[in-house]
Protein backbone atom coordinates (compact mmCIF):
# COMPACT_ATOMS: atom_id res chain seq x y z
CA UNK A 1 0.00 0.00 0.00
CA UNK A 2 3.11 2.54 1.02
CA UNK A 3 4.26 1.73 -2.56
CA UNK A 4 1.17 1.88 -4.43
CA UNK A 5 0.49 5.64 -2.33
CA UNK A 6 4.07 6.72 -2.86
CA UNK A 7 4.00 5.87 -6.68
CA UNK A 8 0.86 7.87 -6.93
CA UNK A 9 2.12 11.02 -5.69
CA UNK A 10 5.08 10.82 -7.82
CA UNK A 11 3.06 10.91 -10.87
CA UNK A 12 1.06 13.80 -9.63
CA UNK A 13 3.90 15.64 -9.35
CA UNK A 14 5.42 14.35 -12.42
CA UNK A 15 8.25 12.50 -11.39
CA UNK A 16 7.24 9.07 -12.04
CA UNK A 17 9.15 7.02 -14.30
CA UNK A 18 6.13 7.40 -16.93
CA UNK A 19 5.28 10.94 -16.30
CA UNK A 20 9.43 11.54 -16.81
CA UNK A 21 9.39 9.66 -20.37
CA UNK A 22 6.23 11.05 -21.41
CA UNK A 23 7.69 14.81 -20.44
CA UNK A 24 11.42 13.79 -22.18
CA UNK A 25 9.21 12.68 -25.43
CA UNK A 26 10.76 15.06 -27.96
CA UNK A 27 7.57 15.95 -29.41
CA UNK A 28 6.23 16.98 -26.56
CA UNK A 29 9.01 18.96 -25.20
CA UNK A 30 9.03 20.96 -28.70
CA UNK A 31 5.21 21.52 -27.87
CA UNK A 32 6.50 23.51 -24.93
CA UNK A 33 8.45 26.63 -25.93
CA UNK A 34 8.66 30.24 -25.71
CA UNK A 35 10.81 31.75 -29.16
CA UNK A 36 10.85 34.91 -31.30
CA UNK A 37 11.74 34.15 -35.21
CA UNK A 38 13.07 36.87 -37.87
CA UNK A 39 10.38 36.34 -41.08
CA UNK A 40 10.26 37.24 -44.21
CA UNK A 41 6.71 36.99 -46.17
CA UNK A 42 6.33 37.26 -50.09
CA UNK A 43 3.07 39.28 -50.58
CA UNK A 44 0.59 38.98 -53.67
CA UNK A 45 -2.57 41.20 -53.59
CA UNK A 46 -4.66 41.35 -56.23
CA UNK A 47 -8.00 43.42 -56.85
CA UNK A 48 -11.00 41.60 -58.49
CA UNK A 49 -12.51 44.74 -60.34
CA UNK A 50 -15.55 44.34 -63.57
CA UNK A 51 -14.92 45.64 -65.50
CA UNK A 52 -11.59 46.40 -65.27
CA UNK A 53 -10.26 49.92 -64.55
CA UNK A 54 -8.38 50.95 -67.73
CA UNK A 55 -5.24 51.88 -66.03
CA UNK A 56 -4.84 48.13 -64.51
CA UNK A 57 -6.39 47.16 -60.51
CA UNK A 58 -4.77 47.50 -57.60
CA UNK A 59 -1.67 44.92 -57.40
CA UNK A 60 0.99 44.60 -54.25
CA UNK A 61 3.64 42.19 -54.80
CA UNK A 62 7.22 42.45 -52.81
CA UNK A 63 9.23 41.00 -49.71
CA UNK A 64 8.21 41.98 -46.27
CA UNK A 65 10.90 41.47 -42.99
CA UNK A 66 9.13 40.93 -40.23
CA UNK A 67 9.19 38.87 -36.71
CA UNK A 68 7.25 36.37 -34.64
CA UNK A 69 6.75 35.23 -30.91
CA UNK A 70 5.50 31.36 -30.44
CA UNK A 71 4.20 29.88 -27.33
CA UNK A 72 2.96 26.80 -26.62
CA UNK A 73 2.31 24.26 -24.01
CA UNK A 74 1.39 20.70 -23.88
CA UNK A 75 0.36 19.03 -20.33
CA UNK A 76 -1.65 16.48 -18.49
CA UNK A 77 -3.16 18.97 -16.03
CA UNK A 78 -7.01 18.78 -17.63
CA UNK A 79 -6.54 15.75 -20.16
CA UNK A 80 -4.05 14.20 -21.48
CA UNK A 81 -1.56 16.06 -23.90
CA UNK A 82 -4.02 19.32 -23.70
CA UNK A 83 -1.98 21.87 -26.00
CA UNK A 84 -2.11 25.04 -26.47
CA UNK A 85 -0.13 28.00 -28.32
CA UNK A 86 -0.25 31.10 -29.46
CA UNK A 87 1.06 32.93 -32.51
CA UNK A 88 2.19 36.38 -33.04
CA UNK A 89 3.32 37.73 -36.50
CA UNK A 90 4.61 41.35 -37.76
CA UNK A 91 5.76 42.54 -40.95
CA UNK A 92 5.73 45.43 -43.28
CA UNK A 93 7.05 47.26 -46.38
CA UNK A 94 5.84 46.22 -49.95
CA UNK A 95 6.05 47.60 -53.42
CA UNK A 96 2.93 48.62 -54.61
CA UNK A 97 1.40 48.69 -58.38
CA UNK A 98 -1.83 50.00 -58.98
CA UNK A 99 -3.94 53.10 -60.77
CA UNK A 100 -5.99 55.86 -60.19
CA UNK A 101 -8.38 57.33 -62.61
CA UNK A 102 -6.19 59.05 -64.69
CA UNK A 103 -2.95 56.86 -64.48
CA UNK A 104 -0.61 54.20 -63.57
CA UNK A 105 0.79 54.48 -59.76
CA UNK A 106 3.66 52.83 -58.85
CA UNK A 107 5.27 53.46 -55.24
CA UNK A 108 5.79 52.41 -52.14
CA UNK A 109 4.02 50.60 -49.27
CA UNK A 110 4.99 51.46 -45.87
CA UNK A 111 2.77 48.47 -44.88
CA UNK A 112 2.55 46.88 -41.63
CA UNK A 113 0.77 43.64 -41.16
CA UNK A 114 -0.04 41.80 -38.08
CA UNK A 115 -1.54 38.22 -37.11
CA UNK A 116 -2.50 36.71 -33.62
CA UNK A 117 -3.90 33.19 -33.54
CA UNK A 118 -4.44 31.32 -30.63
CA UNK A 119 -5.07 27.14 -30.73
CA UNK A 120 -6.22 24.57 -28.36
CA UNK A 121 -6.55 21.22 -28.80
CA UNK A 122 -5.65 17.25 -27.43
CA UNK A 123 -2.23 15.13 -28.73
CA UNK A 124 -2.97 11.67 -30.22
CA UNK A 125 0.03 9.58 -29.67
CA UNK A 126 0.12 7.52 -33.63
CA UNK A 127 3.61 6.05 -32.07
CA UNK A 128 6.04 6.46 -29.82
CA UNK A 129 7.39 9.26 -32.17
CA UNK A 130 4.62 10.12 -34.04
CA UNK A 131 1.80 12.81 -32.91
CA UNK A 132 -1.55 14.09 -34.55
CA UNK A 133 -3.28 17.21 -32.45
CA UNK A 134 -6.78 18.48 -34.43
CA UNK A 135 -7.02 21.76 -32.42
CA UNK A 136 -9.72 24.89 -32.87
CA UNK A 137 -8.59 28.34 -33.72
CA UNK A 138 -9.05 32.12 -33.02
CA UNK A 139 -7.80 35.20 -34.08
CA UNK A 140 -7.26 38.49 -35.53
CA UNK A 141 -5.31 39.69 -38.97
CA UNK A 142 -4.88 43.41 -39.86
CA UNK A 143 -2.89 45.20 -42.60
CA UNK A 144 -1.99 48.88 -42.72
CA UNK A 145 -1.79 50.20 -46.15
CA UNK A 146 0.43 53.25 -46.32
CA UNK A 147 1.13 54.29 -50.08
CA UNK A 148 3.87 57.06 -50.39
CA UNK A 149 4.35 59.66 -52.86
CA UNK A 150 1.62 61.81 -55.02
CA UNK A 151 -1.45 60.14 -55.18
CA UNK A 152 -0.60 58.39 -51.73
CA UNK A 153 -3.29 56.85 -49.34
CA UNK A 154 -3.85 55.35 -46.49
CA UNK A 155 -6.19 52.08 -46.07
CA UNK A 156 -7.38 49.59 -42.65
CA UNK A 157 -7.87 46.30 -43.17
CA UNK A 158 -8.86 44.20 -40.43
CA UNK A 159 -10.72 40.48 -39.89
CA UNK A 160 -11.71 38.42 -37.45
CA UNK A 161 -10.33 34.11 -37.61
CA UNK A 162 -12.00 31.30 -36.65
CA UNK A 163 -11.77 27.65 -37.63
CA UNK A 164 -10.46 24.50 -37.27
CA UNK A 165 -6.74 22.95 -37.95
CA UNK A 166 -4.64 19.62 -37.35
CA UNK A 167 -1.06 19.19 -36.37
CA UNK A 168 0.88 16.19 -37.14
CA UNK A 169 4.61 16.29 -35.68
CA UNK A 170 7.51 13.30 -35.89
CA UNK A 171 10.16 12.74 -34.17
CA UNK A 172 13.24 12.13 -36.44
CA UNK A 173 15.68 11.71 -33.60
CA UNK A 174 15.35 12.21 -29.60
CA UNK A 175 16.83 16.30 -31.03
CA UNK A 176 14.79 16.69 -34.32
CA UNK A 177 11.21 17.10 -34.60
CA UNK A 178 9.55 17.90 -38.19
CA UNK A 179 5.85 18.64 -38.45
CA UNK A 180 2.80 19.86 -40.71
CA UNK A 181 0.60 22.32 -39.58
CA UNK A 182 -3.02 23.14 -41.76
CA UNK A 183 -5.74 25.38 -40.86
CA UNK A 184 -9.17 26.27 -42.35
CA UNK A 185 -10.43 29.28 -41.15
CA UNK A 186 -13.48 31.40 -41.77
CA UNK A 187 -13.04 35.55 -41.88
CA UNK A 188 -15.20 37.02 -40.27
CA UNK A 189 -16.15 40.39 -38.99
CA UNK A 190 -13.89 42.15 -41.25
CA UNK A 191 -13.89 45.49 -43.06
CA UNK A 192 -11.67 48.91 -44.20
CA UNK A 193 -11.52 51.86 -43.04
CA UNK A 194 -10.13 54.36 -45.44
CA UNK A 195 -9.54 58.66 -43.50
CA UNK A 196 -10.05 61.14 -45.65
CA UNK A 197 -7.13 62.73 -47.59
CA UNK A 198 -6.38 66.45 -48.63
CA UNK A 199 -4.01 67.25 -51.28
CA UNK A 200 -2.56 70.29 -52.28
CA UNK A 201 -1.01 72.81 -55.40
CA UNK A 202 -0.56 76.56 -54.98
CA UNK A 203 -3.28 78.11 -53.90
CA UNK A 204 -5.89 75.46 -54.29
CA UNK A 205 -6.36 72.29 -52.26
CA UNK A 206 -8.72 68.94 -53.03
CA UNK A 207 -10.48 67.07 -49.91
CA UNK A 208 -12.07 63.97 -50.25
CA UNK A 209 -14.26 62.23 -47.53
CA UNK A 210 -13.28 58.55 -46.30
CA UNK A 211 -15.12 55.63 -46.11
CA UNK A 212 -15.55 52.57 -43.55
CA UNK A 213 -17.02 49.13 -44.79
CA UNK A 214 -17.84 45.93 -43.98
CA UNK A 215 -16.73 42.53 -45.32
CA UNK A 216 -19.18 39.73 -45.57
CA UNK A 217 -17.96 35.98 -43.93
CA UNK A 218 -15.06 34.56 -46.98
CA UNK A 219 -12.36 31.79 -46.14
CA UNK A 220 -9.01 31.37 -45.08
CA UNK A 221 -6.53 28.19 -45.60
CA UNK A 222 -2.83 27.67 -44.50
CA UNK A 223 -0.44 24.70 -44.78
CA UNK A 224 3.04 25.09 -43.07
CA UNK A 225 6.02 22.80 -42.84
CA UNK A 226 8.51 23.08 -39.48
CA UNK A 227 11.34 21.91 -37.97
CA UNK A 228 12.63 22.02 -34.72
CA UNK A 229 15.87 20.53 -33.27
CA UNK A 230 16.87 20.70 -29.63
CA UNK A 231 20.68 22.07 -29.19
CA UNK A 232 20.42 20.98 -25.50
CA UNK A 233 17.93 20.31 -23.21
CA UNK A 234 16.18 23.86 -22.91
CA UNK A 235 17.95 25.61 -26.30
CA UNK A 236 16.09 24.77 -29.22
CA UNK A 237 16.25 26.46 -32.71
CA UNK A 238 12.96 26.01 -35.05
CA UNK A 239 12.25 27.48 -38.46
CA UNK A 240 9.54 26.73 -41.32
CA UNK A 241 7.95 27.12 -44.12
CA UNK A 242 4.28 28.45 -45.13
CA UNK A 243 1.52 29.48 -47.43
CA UNK A 244 -1.60 31.26 -46.79
CA UNK A 245 -4.31 32.28 -49.17
CA UNK A 246 -7.67 33.84 -48.41
CA UNK A 247 -10.44 36.71 -49.71
CA UNK A 248 -11.84 40.03 -48.95
CA UNK A 249 -15.34 39.34 -50.17
CA UNK A 250 -15.36 43.53 -50.50
CA UNK A 251 -17.94 46.16 -49.44
CA UNK A 252 -21.47 48.20 -50.34
CA UNK A 253 -21.10 51.27 -52.30
CA UNK A 254 -20.81 54.34 -49.69
CA UNK A 255 -21.49 58.52 -50.73
CA UNK A 256 -18.50 59.82 -51.48
CA UNK A 257 -17.91 63.72 -52.02
CA UNK A 258 -14.70 65.39 -53.01
CA UNK A 259 -14.41 68.91 -52.59
CA UNK A 260 -12.24 71.65 -54.45
CA UNK A 261 -10.92 74.81 -52.58
CA UNK A 262 -9.31 77.77 -53.69
CA UNK A 263 -7.35 79.55 -50.40
CA UNK A 264 -9.36 77.56 -47.75
CA UNK A 265 -12.68 78.57 -49.64
CA UNK A 266 -14.97 75.83 -51.50
CA UNK A 267 -15.44 76.46 -55.52
CA UNK A 268 -16.72 72.97 -56.35
CA UNK A 269 -18.28 70.06 -55.06
CA UNK A 270 -18.17 66.44 -56.91
CA UNK A 271 -20.88 63.73 -55.12
CA UNK A 272 -19.93 60.14 -56.33
CA UNK A 273 -19.62 56.60 -54.60
CA UNK A 274 -17.00 54.74 -53.55
CA UNK A 275 -16.24 51.11 -52.43
CA UNK A 276 -13.75 48.59 -51.72
CA UNK A 277 -14.16 45.73 -54.57
CA UNK A 278 -13.30 41.84 -53.72
CA UNK A 279 -9.76 40.74 -53.29
CA UNK A 280 -7.14 37.84 -52.59
CA UNK A 281 -4.40 37.67 -51.00
CA UNK A 282 -1.27 34.87 -51.38
CA UNK A 283 0.92 34.99 -48.56
CA UNK A 284 4.59 32.48 -48.58
CA UNK A 285 6.15 33.14 -45.95
CA UNK A 286 9.68 31.52 -43.69
CA UNK A 287 11.13 32.05 -40.46
CA UNK A 288 13.65 30.68 -38.27
CA UNK A 289 14.37 31.36 -34.40
CA UNK A 290 15.42 30.38 -31.37
CA UNK A 291 13.07 29.00 -28.32
CA UNK A 292 13.96 27.81 -24.58
CA UNK A 293 11.91 24.55 -23.43
CA UNK A 294 10.14 24.81 -20.33
Known amino acids: ?5 LALALTAMGLSPLAQAQSDNPIVAANNEIGIAATGTLMNYQEHISPAPTYGSDIESGWMPGFAVHLSGMNDKLTQNLYFAINYYSSGGIAYHGSTPAEHLNTTDNATTNRVIARLGKGFFLSSN ?4 PYVAGGYQNWDRRLQG ?9 SGLVGLGALFQYAVTPRFVVGVDGQ ?22 VSDTGFSGGFGTSGQERIKISADYALSRNWHIFGGLNFTHFTYTGTKEYPSLETINYQGTPIVQIPGTVREPPSSTNLFGMELGLAYRF
Open 130 to 133: AMLT
Open 150 to 158: PGGYDEHYH
Open 1 to 5: MKIRI
Open 184 to 205: FLAVVGGGIDVPGTVTSSGPYT
